[in-house]
């Protein structure tokens, strides 16, 4: 039997456009509806990053989510949260708050940015599996200072939010679709490989600076490589064992996410996500009827 690696290569490229959300929230969308289920087991990414508290400031009023997962990852700024579970409080720089709505909750977002006025970060909208759709809400949420940097012996500065990079495991687990979800810092002139598992979808997005996503260094000084020329280019991966991302003038900052697929149906509408049209149908009827949440209170006070 051949057990030879693969390092993978690049299906496409894409460019995030600007969108808007919320209250009147200006975005960029990496992918999102009309990406189904090109990314499973992902749905959305989002990127907000912005100097003018005009783009943000409306935020994200009270309102459901049911069936996913929401990840917050916020570089710069502060973002207020509160929901019907009576939590509150603030994700700040360098934070993760990593929300399984499950059978449903209600919660409000509203960005701060920071002392200048400036507000830096991403959302990832993760499914759930048919069987936990219905589970339990909960939260992960973790502090800058909780989750580990790794260096590594190419240069590489890398948070571990989920997954694991050598012998360091990431703060943020037991979830479902086995996640990745690191956060990669390559200085110029440097390669990068790291091995993720095959069967799973994997794509970089990135975040500052320009690298090649494909091929070693070997294939770069050939010629051209698979170029991210800029920040806000997502990067999907086709099938195999690793990822080798190499920098040449410049650095780069990344995220690499991984998840399993589940392989079923998407029957989505707002910020529900589920896997039949009646149980669309079911959610927004409970939400008008006030029985939405099946824990904590049914409304946020």
Known sequence: MNTTAIVRPVETTWRAKPTLEGAGVRLERA?????????????????????????YR?????HPHRGIETITYVLDGDVEHGDSLGNRGLISAGDVQWMTAGSGIIHQEMPKGNRLGE????????????????????????????IP???????ASVR???????DVEGPVREIVTDPEFLDVSLPAGATWSHPVKRGHTVFAFVVEGTGHFEGGRDALERGPATLASSAGTLVLYAQGDSVTVVTDKQPVRFLLVAGKPLGEPVAW??????????????????????????RGQSRPA
Do not use: I
Request: no cysteine; aromatic share 14%.
């Open 149 to 155: 940097v790794v260096k590594t012996p190419e240069g």
């Open 31 to 55: 992918f999102g509806f009309s990406e189904v289920p090109r990314l499973d087991p992902f749905l959305l990414l989002d990127t907000f990053h912005s100097a003018n508290p005009e783009d």
């Open 58 to 62: 409306k935020g994200f009023p009270w």
């Open 269 to 294: 509408y707002g910020p529900v996500v589920m896997n039949t049209q009646e149980e669309l149908r079911t959610a927004f009827r409970e939400f008008e009827a006030g029985t939405f949440v099946k």
């Open 119 to 146: 507000m830096w970060g991403f959302q990832l909208w993760s499914n759930l599996p048919a069987r936990s759709k219905m589970m339990d809400p909960r939260y992960q949420e973790l502090k800058q200072a909780e």
């Open 160 to 166: 571990v939010v989920a997954g694991t990079l050598g």
